[in-house]
């Protein structure tokens, strides 16, 4: 029971930042302890972690850009993924989709949420920055943080 109360805040999470305009696989059904989501890729293949993913130095910044739109739309929604690296995103015809949601931190209630905001943006830069893109994790997730506070997040 605890198990599926678990899945069901998956689920829900899936919906509402789908819902959000987050690239998130569309949610489809939720059937007692499984979720029902749209699978990215093709016949051929599944598409490819972006670990496992090449990335040019050109497209890494657009990548990167589009990483931090997503987790400002989680932010706008009181989430954080909690979880993001190169291992939960998925890159497939050029875009990045967000994947792997069960431990989605409340970003409100929990008092590590800015924390682990910041161990998220961290993760996804060590990545990015091999690749030419310059940035301070803490200072985004400052910046980022301050807004949210503020309530003057927007989707840019
Ligand atoms: N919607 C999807 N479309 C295509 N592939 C997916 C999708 N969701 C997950 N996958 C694939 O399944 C793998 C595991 O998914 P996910 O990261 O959600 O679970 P996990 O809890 O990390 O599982 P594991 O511990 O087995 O890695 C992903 O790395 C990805 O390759
Ligand atoms: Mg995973």
Redesign the pocket.
Known sequence: MVFEDWVGQEYANLCVLYRAGADV?EPIQQCGSAIL?????DAVR????LIGATVSYEEAQRLFDQAMRNIRIFLMKDRVHGDLSP??M?LWKGRL?I????QVVHARWNDEAFKVLQRDIENILQFFSRRGVKASASQLAIDLWTRYRRGELEIE
Not at 37 to 41: A, K, L, V
């Open positions: 696989p989501m749209d699978y990215i890729g599944p598409a490819p972690m291992y939960n998925l989709v994947i792997d949601l069960p």
